[in-house]
């Protein structure tokens, strides 16, 4: 009789399932639990945290603003509204359902999502990372064009 060895993960692997599965759970009670600012900034303060300071003190949005409001917008399904109010949120969004969706597949076809991870390499992975923090900072670069308009460049 031939018995199949059970599979056996790495640590890293149940850490980055349990991490996508961590992040849908997220985003359903964002859908749920929070209705969207319609400042477009803000949402965050339904959940207890304190109002942006830049935002209160000069009016100039900090590098994250919106991206809650942003979200939660997606979450409902009004990606037109999420891209408008912070685009770096709905980006944020659509990756955590992307990756969740992938690590599921991965996980199901009895490889390990880590191993899968390093096998695109270093060189591809810090290329996606720049390619992240340009994202990040063109969405702050939108945010502040929103908010201030574009009299403040000078």
Same mark, same amino acid.
């Given at each position: 009789m031939d018995v199949q060895a059970p599979l056996r993960r790495s640590s890293?692997?149940?850490l980055l399932c349990g991490g996508a599965v961590a992040g849908l759970l997220l985003l359903l009670a964002m859908g749920f639990l929070l209705k969207p600012?319609?400042?477009?900034?803000g949402t965050h303060e339904r959940l /207890? =945290?304190?109002?942006c300071m830049p935002m209160e003190v000069w009016?100039?949005?900090?590098? /994250?603003? /919106?991206? %809650?409001t942003s979200v939660t917008h997606a979450v409902r399904g009004e990606l037109a509204a999420s891209l408008r %109010?912070?685009? &770096? /949120?709905?980006?944020? &969004?659509?990756?955590?359902?992307? =990756?969740a969706v992938?690590? =599921?597949f991965v996980h199901l076809s009895g490889r390990d999502v880590w191993i899968q991870i390093r096998s695109v390499g270093r060189p591809r992975l810090y290329k996606w990372g720049g390619a992240i923090c340009v994202? &990040?900072?063109?969405?702050? =670069?939108y945010k502040l064009v929103a908010v201030r308009g574009w009299s403040w460049l000078g």
């Amino acid at each position: 009789m031939d018995v199949q060895a059970p599979l056996r993960r790495s640590s890293e692997h149940r850490l980055l399932c349990g991490g996508a599965v961590a992040g849908l759970l997220l985003l359903l009670a964002m859908g749920f639990l929070l209705k969207p600012d319609a400042r477009g900034y803000g949402t965050h303060e339904r959940l /207890g =945290f304190a109002p942006c300071m830049p935002m209160e003190v000069w009016n100039v949005p900090c590098p /994250g603003c /919106g991206v %809650t409001t942003s979200v939660t917008h997606a979450v409902r399904g009004e990606l037109a509204a999420s891209l408008r %109010t912070q685009p &770096f /949120g709905l980006a944020l &969004f659509i990756a955590v359902l992307v =990756f969740a969706v992938w690590a =599921f597949f991965v996980h199901l076809s009895g490889r390990d999502v880590w191993i899968q991870i390093r096998s695109v390499g270093r060189p591809r992975l810090y290329k996606w990372g720049g390619a992240i923090c340009v994202l &990040f900072v063109a969405s702050w =670069f939108y945010k502040l064009v929103a908010v201030r308009g574009w009299s403040w460049l000078g």
